[in-house]
């Protein structure tokens, strides 16, 4: 699995916004493919369903 903000489970995916409270990206816009270390695996997959 590729750990990006398209993976991370504090990603929002319609506006490309970091919602990790620790996260250096916190409260900002980032592109799918940026990276950081508070990276945490998405528990709800909507591609899944």
């Excluded at 490309?16 to 998405?42: H, I, K, L, M, Q």
């Amino acid at each position: 699995m590729n750990k990006c903000c398209e993976t991370c489970d504090w990603y929002e995916d319609y506006q490309g916004v970091c919602f990790n409270g620790d996260s250096e990206y916190r409260a900002d816009f980032t592109e799918p493919e940026d990276c950081c270390r508070e990276w945490e695996r998405r528990k709800f997959d909507v591609e899944s369903i």
